[in-house]
């Protein structure tokens, strides 16, 4: 045991098993306000590309719409995965208080398969997989975790999209749009506008569009 705890206090200074395990604890609350602010930016994305959505609508053009709203339906899913690593953070924290309860009796840090199998799922997180690697390695050195090899992040590629468009997309245009567009098949009125001011009313806000789909995207990672 003593071995063990000069070891953690070569590799880590003279902090103490309780002083790892409330530095990891701040630097997990820390990263948990981040992927929250995060959410919230995508929410305000989310916002305004639902706006746009039903004015593109009301024009009955069903490419645009249909463009943006599988923009939409890869932020909800990213914006959920997000969510599933906040709780996952969470549940990092819950197994470092009983840490902190067994250092009293055994002295030292015991591993722990649940925060290895968190952590290897949290590291796949674009927004936070820097800060989860360092904390794997102080965890591995502090002998928490064993070392461990992480797989790529699974992300949804566009055909992916494409297979779950025709039912998604359509749902979330019917939504939306209240009903002008998607599950009922058919597309809503064009409001009287001529056909040559409904093309440069899209001349006019293509770039706009294109500028929010961007945004988007980049909020996504």
Not at 50 to 56: A, D, E, F, G
Not at 178 to 187: I, Q, R, T
Request: net charge negative; proline share 2%; charged share 30%.
């Amino acid at each position: 045991m003593a071995s063990t705890l000069n070891n953690i206090q070569r590799f880590f200074g003279k902090k103490t098993p309780e002083e790892l395990v409330k530095k990891w604890r701040q630097e997990i609350r820390g990263q948990q306000r981040q992927i929250q602010r995060q959410i919230q930016a995508i929410d305000i994305e989310e916002a305004k590309v639902k706006k746009s959505i039903k004015q593109v609508a009301k024009r009955g053009d069903t490419k645009i719409c249909k463009m943006l709203a599988k923009e939409l339906i890869r932020s909800q899913k990213h914006k959920n995965r997000l969510y599933t690593s906040k709780a996952q953070l969470n549940s990092i924290v819950m197994q470092l208080e009983q840490q902190l309860a067994t250092i009293k009796i055994a002295g030292t840090l015991q591993k722990s398969g649940e925060v290895m199998s968190l952590v290897n799922r949290l590291v796949r997180l674009p927004e936070i997989s820097q800060t989860m690697q360092q904390m794997s390695m102080e965890m591995t050195k502090a002998g928490l975790m064993d070392e461990m090899i992480s797989d790529t992040m699974d992300m949804m590629d566009d055909e992916e999209i494409e297979e779950e468009a025709d039912e998604e997309v359509n749902n979330v245009l019917f939504q939306i749009t209240d009903g002008m567009l998607g599950e009922a098949g058919a597309v809503g009125p064009a409001l009287d506008k001529q056909p040559a001011a409904a093309e440069m009313e899209d001349e006019e806000e293509g770039p706009e569009l294109d500028m929010m789909q961007k945004r988007l995207q980049a909020l996504q990672g």
